[in-house]
């Protein structure tokens, strides 16, 4: 089946450092891929679409330059948190829908990348 | 955003029982899916309606689609201890980006 690594799983930063987490479609290949923020107890919010070889769609509210996404290629985009603050921890989750299967919308999904901003 | 709501917004049930939990949404739809996502981990696809269907299976789920209502409803049956997890419904939307709804906390008592 279609697998999405995500890495890391964890990752504790001082409050001003910046984060980079990387998500990889290991055995499929992704225009587009979808980076999520969730809340405790809540549901995932859409934060950015991430497109192969051009600039990513950021969703209202959300800080392009807070977040940098990069889509290097059809198997790997980066999020990159800049300068981290302590309301920036949260658990965020990349995905990415299979290049050949695009029209029914499925996504797969990363285990999640935990930021914890002392 | 989120699409819809889900209601419950929490169940617990005994093991054995079943589950039935329901998400709204706002918009047009080509298809719905559910999702399911244990504690602390990603989401794992669970079953894909399109919108020309008003029923659909899989194993012990069994997934309900009213375009008329905009809604869809997920019971699981006979549920068991290892169902315990928060399970969301999604939609695509504008620019083929899936919206999730709130979700439902779903815990099974052994």
């Known amino acids: 089946g279609a697998v999405v690594s995500q890495h890391p799983s964890r990752v504790i930063c001082k409050s001003g450092t910046s984060v980079k987490i990387e998500c990889r479609s290991l055995d499929f290949q992704a225009t587009t891929m979808f980076w999520y923020r969730q809340f405790p107890k809540q549901s995932l919010m859409l934060m950015a679409t991430?497109?192969?070889?051009?600039?990513?769609?950021?969703e209202q509210g959300v800080e392009k330059d807070k977040f940098l996404i990069n889509h290097a290629s059809l198997t790997l985009s980066t999020l990159t948190v800049t300068s981290a603050h302590p309301e920036d921890s949260s658990f965020y989750i990349c995905?990415?829908?299979?290049?050949?299967?695009?029209?029914?919308?499925?996504?797969?999904f990363g285990e999640g990348s935990r930021l914890t901003v002392l | 955003s989120q699409q819809g709501e889900e209601d419950p917004q929490a169940l617990s049930i005994q093991e054995g029982e079943n589950a039935t939990m329901n998400c709204s949404y706002k918009?047009?739809?080509?298809?719905l899916q559910w999702y399911r996502q244990n504690s602390g981990r990603g989401l794992v696809h669970l079953i894909l309606?399109?919108?020309?269907?008003r029923e659909k299976h899989s194993g012990r789920l069994r997934v309900t689609l009213d375009t008329s209502k905009k809604s869809s409803s997920l019971l699981i049956t006979a549920s068991r201890a290892a169902d315990t997890a928060s399970y969301f419904c999604?939609?695509?939307?504008?620019?083929?980006?899936?919206?999730f709804g709130a979700g439902t906390i779903l815990r099974v008592k052994s």
């Open positions: 309606i399109r919108s020309n269907e």
């Open positions: 918009t047009s739809i080509n298809n």
């Open positions: 991430s497109n192969e070889g051009s600039k990513a769609t950021y």
């Open positions: 999604a939609t695509v939307v504008y620019g083929n980006k899936l919206v």
């Open positions: 995905s990415a829908r299979d290049l050949k299967d695009a029209s029914t919308g499925e996504l797969f």
